[in-house]
């Protein structure tokens, strides 16, 4: 009934196995990959035909986790998977960026990748499967698909490179000093495509050196793709590429001058002004069929990919007149805000970002339920890209996978240098609003965002700064790297290179590729690039910050103590009775963790010292000998009971009520009356015995010490 293939191998501590022919089989490809006990199923569908009139490449990549796979039942109140979550959104941004260069050219029909995770054993990570799954099923699909490729994960630990690290090792990196690199890199046999990474300030070497290792590591993966293809690839889909050379040379012929001209304009929005009236210059002189000619978008890019390549290449200047070098004019400036906790506005060239950074308690955490189980992030990273910081027009909604890459990739770069939530308990959320836009901005959302936390008091172990580099490889192999590109750059050229990092080393590396990889002469000479561009930056943003930012007083002050954790249960009190009367008697929020440690958060500090008091008087012992200040609760003939600390009741005996003889206690004392009292100690019971006589009442100071003075 089924016509199964199987493929094994041993890859680092793990078994790798493709299978396919058995689930699925009316899909082009399907193939089901499995590290250890993890399993994701790729499915590739794609469209004989393509849409009349499209002039796009459709690719769509899922990648879904489901809760089963992990022996667990969904939250929320319809129990099922719903929306994605940002980890299967990166997941599927992730698996995207390297296999869709590798399709054809002009190829433009509809291709569907659907990676589902089926088995998850909580140690190997599933993306690295699913991207190995998604490229085995593509490669024995039929689609034109120039791959395979294959992926792995890179740790670095005690100055070894670990090959695919186990899930429990990059969860919380930040808290795991061990550790100082996460890095995906997705290639050819030939060539990396992708990296995606978050270090701890590694040098230019170590970075090169992870992603040399990890080159290596997927070279066999891709032996046993190929081996799989080799025995059930179905026949490849008859695809013959376009040929638009005639048209090409048509438009080219009547609009190379002016488009040279129209690129030659340093403003972007001039530019694109011209660029737009010389292509309509160009309809003018075609024909309707060749207007109608969906490769007449194909033509456009041709030859305005000629005119920015061809100048650069051959050692001209860039669009806007800079050298490949060059970073450009750079503003920053803080505290522009007035109520927010910390704020930023950072412009490099047309690109610009205002970035806010706010604080928050403990209650702000954002709890996170994925696959290996809950956990909470104390730091928080939103990215905004509106359609007005292009001059454009377009509709507003929830943030899209562009949206949330970006954050992420900001977020990975700035973690490194977050202090410890031991020694800063804040809740902290950044967010990047992207007001211009011409290149690279979530290395701008970097650069403010690290601008907003310094002005916010966040106690940065250094500031960090991002540079995009770019690429233009000619089949000559001559080559160029671009400092902090254009859009039209990043656009017109063969790489998005973005480096992130402090004076001392990198601390995020993002890379995607649009041609068959690149050498690691061009990875070296990119990252010394990017490191120049970088510490230039970081010396332009040092101008914006000649001191310390300060705490806004909107912005809660939290404390924190530590209590045993056996004193836990009595804080918080039965149902939450007592820790309720302390937020709100005091006016504070109150945190506890399961270690004991209590976060105490308010813009008052009146507010925080009341509920520190009251905590504290119910951890804490009193001290024999100590004067406290009590209330009277109770009268009785031998005396007075004074609750003094916290819950805690004693006894003034009525021989401790006054240097003279006392016939009742009610001569004294009143109920509800506020007294000082001096623990005696306790009795052979641990009865509290305390004393009034020993205590002046007006100023609570001992008695027998003002004697002595005197």
């Not at 992870?210 to 080159?215: I, Y």
């Not at 060239?349 to 909470?376: K, Y």
């Not at 979530?442 to 995009?468: F, I, K, N, Y």
């Not at 649009?514 to 490191?531: D, F, N, S």
Request: aromatic residues 6%.
């Amino acid at each position: 009934m089924f016509n199964e293939f199987k493929k094994s191998m041993q890859w680092g501590d793990e078994t790798l196995t493709l299978e396919t022919g058995k689930i699925a089989r009316q899909a082009d490809g399907t193939v089901i990959a499995t590290l250890g006990e993890t399993s994701v199923m790729a499915n590739v569908t794609f469209a004989k035909e393509a849409k009349p009139g499209q002039d796009f490449f459709p690719l769509t990549v899922h990648y879904q986790e489901k809760y089963y796979a992990a022996g667990k039942i969904p939250g929320g109140f319809f129990k099922r998977e719903a929306r994605p979550s940002e980890k299967e959104t990166l997941t599927a941004r992730l698996i995207d960026r390297p296999i869709r260069p590798l399709f054809v050219s002009g190829f433009k029909h509809e291709v569907l990748v659907m990676c589902t995770v089926l088995s998850h054993d909580l140690v190997n990570d599933p993306d690295v499967v699913a991207m190995i799954a998604a490229s085995a099923a593509l490669t024995i699909s039929g689609v034109p698909f120039m791959g395979p490729i294959a992926g792995a994960r890179v740790g670095f630990s005690n100055g070894q490179y670990v090959l695919n690290p186990s899930v429990e090792d990059m969860d919380h990196l930040r808290s795991n000093p061990e550790q100082r690199l996460d890095l995906v890199i997705a290639g050819t046999k030939d060539a990396v495509m992708m990296v995606e990474s978050e270090a701890y300030e590694l040098t230019e070497e170590e970075m090169l050196g992870a992603v040399q290792f990890g080159h290596d590591a997927i070279k066999p993966v891709i032996d046993l793709i190929i081996s799989l293809a080799e025995e059930c690839a179905k026949e490849p889909f008859n695809f013959v590429a376009p040929d638009y050379s005639e048209l090409y040379a048509k438009v080219k012929a009547a609009g190379e001058e002016q488009m040279r001209a129209a690129f030659a304009i340093k403003d972007k929005q001039d530019r694109v002004n011209a660029v737009a009236a010389a292509r309509e210059a160009v309809k003018a002189t075609l024909t309707e069929e060749e207007l109608a000619d969906i490769n007449l978008g194909s033509a456009f890019k041709k030859l305005e990919s000629s005119i920015l390549r061809g100048d650069v290449i051959n050692g001209g200047a860039r669009i806007d007149g800079r050298s490949t070098t060059d970073v450009r004019a750079i503003s920053s400036e803080v505290g522009i805000l007035p109520r927010t906790h910390g704020s930023a506005l950072f412009t490099r060239g047309e690109t610009q970002g205002l970035v806010v950074t706010t604080l928050g308690t403990g209650d702000d955490e954002q709890i996170i339920d994925a696959l290996h189980g809950n956990s909470r992030s104390n730091f928080l990273l939103h990215y905004n890209f509106p359609p007005y910081s292009v001059g454009e027009v377009g509709r507003v909604g929830s943030p899209g996978r562009r949206e949330i890459g970006h954050g992420k990739l900001a977020w990975r770069a700035l973690q490194a240098v977050l202090p410890a939530a031991t020694d800063f308990p804040y809740t902290i959320r950044v967010v990047s609003e992207i007001t211009e836009s011409n290149g690279s901005s979530s290395m701008a959302s970097v650069c403010g965002g690290s601008l907003s936390m310094m002005d916010a008091g966040v106690p940065l172990t250094a500031p960090v700064a991002g540079v995009a580099m770019g690429l233009i490889l000619e089949d000559d192999g001559r080559f160029a790297v671009l400092t902090d590109i254009l859009g039209d750059e990043d656009h017109l050229g063969d790489m998005d290179f973005k480096v992130a990092g402090t004076e001392n080393g990198i601390t995020s590396l993002q890379m995607d590729i649009k041609v068959a990889g690149i050498t690691a002469e061009i990875m070296k000479q990119a990252l010394a690039q990017a490191k120049d561009g970088r510490l230039h930056i970081l010396g332009e943003m040092a101008k914006a910050l000649t001191s310390a930012g300060e705490f806004s007083v909107h912005a809660p002050r939290i404390e924190t103590m530590q209590i045993p954790t056996d004193k836990i249960r009595e804080v918080i009190g039965s149902g939450g009775k007592v820790i309720r009367e302390i937020v709100e008697v005091s006016g504070a929020k109150v945190d506890i963790n399961d270690d004991g440690v209590i976060k105490i958060a308010s813009s008052n500090g009146e507010a925080i010292q009341k509920a520190y008091d009251m905590i504290y008087s119910i951890v804490a012992e009193p001290e024999v000998g100590k004067i406290y200040k009590g209330k009277v609760v109770k009268i009785v003939d031998f005396g007075a009971f004074v609750n003094f600390f916290g819950k805690r009741d004693g006894l003034v005996h009525v021989s401790q009520l006054e240097a003279r003889r006392v016939n009742h206690p009610s001569d004294v004392v009143k109920e509800g009356q506020e007294v000082w009292v001096k623990l005696l100690g306790f009795d052979d019971r641990g009865k509290v015995r305390l004393a009034m006589r020993d205590v002046n009442q007006e100023t609570g100071e001992e008695i027998v010490a003002e004697a002595e003075a005197e």
